[in-house]
């Protein structure tokens, strides 16, 4: 058997910095299992987790990575697998650890639990060889999906699912603009937007990103730019009347254009602070306009099986699948780290576990 390795947070630093090191990979305890994993993908979380977030201390040494797929090796005392999985069969990850037992957990708001957290955030994650998760973290993997597409799947479309659905309220017909189509999120928000029977307006950074925005189902694709001309072409693309939603991932350099471009009674989902955490905006447009302005942070586990069930409807023809920009050896994992804050790609970056 290969040599078990991890990679780790020892201290913050930039992105890139994680350390790798060997390690025996501990039995699961009761309730939770061992994943060798197959594949990794990054989000931005890994970024914020390796560089430190003023304010939330997090538990270091750590290993990040939230999202996996891989094979059920270990299952701890009295753990039971969700359906459709099986010891050493395969299975990727929801990434968010919740307490089950709360108030919050009991009706389906895992997320809103007083210990929730996300797996290499305030767990060891999956920039590893070897995971541990609780068995109800586990998902089976959409019909012929590769590893790379399972572990670049969960944390993103869970993200755009809560942010259109149940935060932003999408009802069919309905507009949105997509801040940084090709991100990860924003490439997921497309798909579901159009899924949903709305009409996505993308923004991105380059044409060769807007081609992909397009191949994905976007009604509209902006190249960024100047701003202000920016929300007048969204006036124009709208009829002067603005996007019913504002999917905002991106923070403080676009917030005020996210509130000057939402129509009348619209609503702003935020899940991001990519730019900036901290702006100001004119209270004026916020009331008159009558904009609702809504925090998301993942969503519930539940509605990842939600999103299962809805590709198993149309296997041949999924309405959705994860966009993977790149995939690396997971003995790269710093440079994919850089390669993902260089923002060039166009969707997710992925680790392969050799
Ligand atoms: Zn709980």
């Known amino acids: 058997m290969a040599e078990a390795f991890r990679f780790r947070i020892r201290e913050h630093g930039p992105a890139g910095s994680p350390v790798r090191e060997p390690f025996t990979p501990a039995a699961p305890s009761p309730g939770w299992v061992r994943l060798e994993l197959k594949a990794m993908a990054l989000n931005r979380l890994d970024l914020w987790t390796t560089q430190g977030i003023p304010g939330f201390p997090l538990p270091l040494p750590l290993t990040p ?20 999985l099986e010891l050493g069969g395969s299975a990727m990850i929801a990434p968010g650890l919740s307490c089950g037992v709360c108030p919050a957990c009991l009706r389906g708001d895992d997320m809103l639990c007083p210990t929730y957290g996300i797996l290499g955030h305030v767990h060891d994650g999956t920039a590893a060889t070897h995971v541990l998760v609780p068995a109800a973290n586990l998902l089976p993997i959409p019909g012929n999906w590769s590893f790379e597409q399972a572990a670049a799947f969960p944390l993103v479309f869970l993200t755009a699912w809560e942010m259109l659905v149940h935060k932003g309220h999408l009802r069919p017909g309905e507009t949105v603009l997509v801040w940084g189509g090709g991100s990860g999120v924003g490439s997921a928000a497309i798909q579901l937007v159009k ?24 009604e509209h694709v902006l ?29 403080a350099a676009t917030w005020a254009t996210s509130l000057a471009v939402c129509a009348r009674g619209g609503r702003i989902v935020t899940c991001g602070a990519t730019t900036g955490r901290e702006t100001a905006f004119d209270l004026r447009a916020l009331f008159a306009k ?18 299962l069930s809805l590709l198993q409807k149309s296997p041949t023809n999924p309405p959705f699948r994860p966009v993977i920009d790149r995939i690396f050896d997971l003995a790269e994992y710093p440079e994919a780290q850089r390669h993902l804050e260089a923002g060039t790609g166009f969707g997710k970056v992925a680790c392969r576990v050799a």
């Open 223 to 251: 190249v960024r730019g100047d701003l202000k001309s920016l929300a007048g072409k969204v006036r124009e693309l709208t009829g002067k009347r603005g996007v019913d939603v504002v999917f905002e991932h991106t923070g």
């Open 65 to 84: 990575g939230c999202d996996g797929a891989g094979v059920v090796e270990a299952m701890g005392e009295g753990s039971a697998l969700p359906p459709g």
């Open 290 to 307: 009558q904009i609702q302005i809504r925090g998301s942070y993942m969503g519930r586990r539940e509605h990842l099986w939600t999103l």
């Open 195 to 218: 899924a949903l029977g709305g009409s996505a307006i993308a923004v991105v950074g380059s044409e060769a990103k807007a081609m992909q925005c397009w191949d994905l189902g976007a």
